[in-house]
């Protein structure tokens, strides 16, 4: 991919509806408010919403968490990519590399020595399995959690975008 062709933008609130186009569009809408509530969190300094624009076309976005709700990113102090999509159309051109590349980049430049992200567990995410681990994302030796909370042995929980394994990056290797 020639990188000259993208461009990583953080959104405002006159991206709202483009960035509700491109979930529509992945087939994972959001509720009703919630780029609204990111935008929110993003004018508090909590989060950073970034669109992706491809050729001029918008592509993907992700956002960057530095309050997560996982406890145990909150607790070690890392950030956490969240949220990350790349239309199909876009894919395979290294966008979603570039998108975490930004939000790596952004944490060293603060300091921080470690980033946070997580993957869901179905099929549907192999893709994604495969690229954060190529990336240098490991499990955090924690286990699967279920909405940011840690599922119990024997516990049963719906597998879903919720239930997901949490991967954490040492920024400094």
């Known amino acids: 991919m020639q990188m000259e062709n993208l461009r990583i933008v953080r959104a405002g609130v006159d991206d709202i509806v483009r960035l509700d186009e491109i979930a529509m ?15 929110e969190h993003q004018d508090a300094g909590e989060r950073l919403v970034f669109i992706a624009e491809y ?4 592509a993907g976005y992700c956002m960057l968490s530095w309050n997560p ?15 990350l ?8 051109r290294g966008i979603a590399s ?8 952004l944490a060293q430049e603060k300091g921080l020595s470690h980033m946070g992200i997580s993957v869901g567990l179905t099929a549907s995410y192999g893709p994604a399995q495969r690229l ?5 994302y490991v499990p955090d030796g924690h286990g699967v959690t279920y909405d940011r909370q840690p599922v119990a042995f024997g ?8 239930l997901c394994l949490m991967l954490v990056k040492d920024l400094q290797n």
């Open 155 to 162: 516990e049963f929980r719906p597998v879903d975008n919720d």
């Open 25 to 39: 569009a992945m087939k994972s809408a959001k509720s009703i408010g919630y780029f609204e509530r990111a935008m």
């Open 69 to 83: 709700k996982y406890a145990f990113y909150r607790a070690m102090g890392y950030p956490e990519i969240q949220d």
């Open 55 to 58: 050729e001029g076309q918008a």
């Open 98 to 105: 570039a998108m975490i590349e930004k939000c790596e980049g």
């Open 132 to 136: 954060y681990f190529k990336l240098g």
């Open 85 to 92: 999509n790349v239309l199909p159309d876009f894919r395979q």
